[in-house]
């Protein structure tokens, strides 16, 4: 059990479904911002894809994830709206 004092306390908790740890890692700042972009889902988006496009490296689509609480990012459908951080916000803020 991870302690409310704990520098692990605000992290991310990934369990599986028997209850293993899986892993954790830091939350990060989605609150939005004036610089975010909207994306609508069209057949055919990939979030590696979208994140290569609108972030500039395709491994960041854990980023995009976060952004729209997304939980299946295989399963998106069209017409969904994503909301995007700018490349900017990313580089210097999520990332150093």
């Known amino acids: 059990m991870i302690g409310r004092d704990s520098r692990y306390a605000r992290c991310v908790l990934y369990r599986d479904s028997d209850g293993t ?8 700042d989605t609150t939005p911002r004036y610089d975010d972009r909207l994306h609508t889902i069209v057949e055919g988006d990939r979030l590696d894809l979208l994140a290569h496009r609108y972030l500039g490296d ?3 689509w ?10 299946f ?6 017409g969904l ?6 490349r900017e916000h990313v580089q210097m803020r999520l990332l150093d």
């Open 21 to 28: 740890s899986l892993g954790m890692r830091q939350r990060i």
């Open 62 to 71: 854990w980023i995009i994830c976060d952004y729209n609480d997304l939980f």
């Open 81 to 86: 709206a994503l909301r995007i951080p700018s």
């Open 73 to 78: 990012p295989l399963a998106l459908e069209p």
């Open 58 to 60: 395709a491994r960041l």
